[in-house]
């Protein structure tokens, strides 16, 4: 089993900066694909960002230029950086992982973390 721990959120004014980290946990072995989901109130969980082990990256277009996602495997951590933050960038923030490189491009994430709250104020 893997366990997965989301920290870093909080509230920021609109244009700051926060950045979250996942920290790993458990059975660790080839977690070849990690991920930031988000969802806000309303609406459906959207793909934010997603790395492989080997360092590609996917990034939603509304965050592109502005989220920076990134991975320390000695730390077993994967973090999201998040600048020139919007309203529209509120929502709760999770953490996903899975063993199987292929759902870097078919999504269906095996492990979730518990979520972190972002809130951007305008």
């Known amino acids: 089993q893997v366990q997965l721990v989301e920290s870093g959120g909080g509230l920021v004014q609109a244009g700051g900066s926060l950045r979250l980290s996942c920290a790993a946990s458990g059975s660790l072995f080839s977690l070849n694909v990690m991920a930031w989901y988000r969802q806000a109130p309303g609406k459906q969980r959207e793909l934010v960002a997603t790395k492989t082990v080997s360092g590609t990256t996917k990034y939603t277009d509304s965050v592109k230029g502005r989220f920076t996602i990134s991975r320390d495997n000695a730390k077993n951590t994967l973090y999201l950086q998040m600048s020139s933050l919007k309203a529209e960038d509120t929502a709760v923030y999770y953490c996903?992982?899975?063993?199987?490189?292929?759902?870097?491009?078919?999504?269906?994430?095996?492990?979730w973390g518990q979520g972190t709250q972002v809130t951007v104020s305008s």
């Open positions: 996903a992982a899975d063993r199987n490189s292929q759902t870097f491009y078919s999504g269906g994430y095996d492990y």
